[in-house]
């Protein structure tokens, strides 16, 4: 089973900025897809960003134009920039990995509070 550390969140001013990493443990481009989830206090785990198979981006329609998913194959790293940061982006982020074999790895979480 593929380990996944998050780091990079924290603490920001609204409009401010972070990014988020994810390391893994595998080749990330042997999963199907790679994704941000985050899971705000008292609400359901949501899709933040994900690559899909063929390599293309979705994002989820609170998030475009601000956040930024992108890879780095050789350090089997996932990133996340998140800019224009606004309270309800106040969760925590997990970094998630699925193939078909193995159906989803989840990291620990990293929280991102943003302050109005």
């Known amino acids: 089973q593929v380990q996944l550390v998050e780091s990079g969140g924290g603490l920001v001013q609204a409009g401010g900025s972070l990014r988020l990493s994810c390391a893994a443990s595998?080749?990330?481009?042997?999963?199907?897809?790679m994704a941000w989830y985050r899971q705000a206090p008292g609400k359901q785990r949501e899709l933040v960003a994900q690559?899909?198979?063929?390599?293309?981006?979705i994002y989820t329609d609170a998030v475009k134009g601000r956040f930024t998913i992108s890879r780095d194959n050789a350090k089997n790293t996932l990133y996340l920039q998140m800019n224009s940061l606004k309270p309800e982006d106040t969760a925590v982020y997990y970094c998630?990995?699925?193939?078909?074999?193995?159906?989803?790895?989840w990291g620990q979480g990293t929280q991102v509070i943003v302050s109005s």
């Open positions: 998630g990995a699925f193939a078909v074999r193995t159906s989803w790895a």
């Open positions: 595998a080749r990330i481009s042997s999963f199907d897809v």
């Open positions: 690559f899909t198979g063929g390599g293309n981006t």
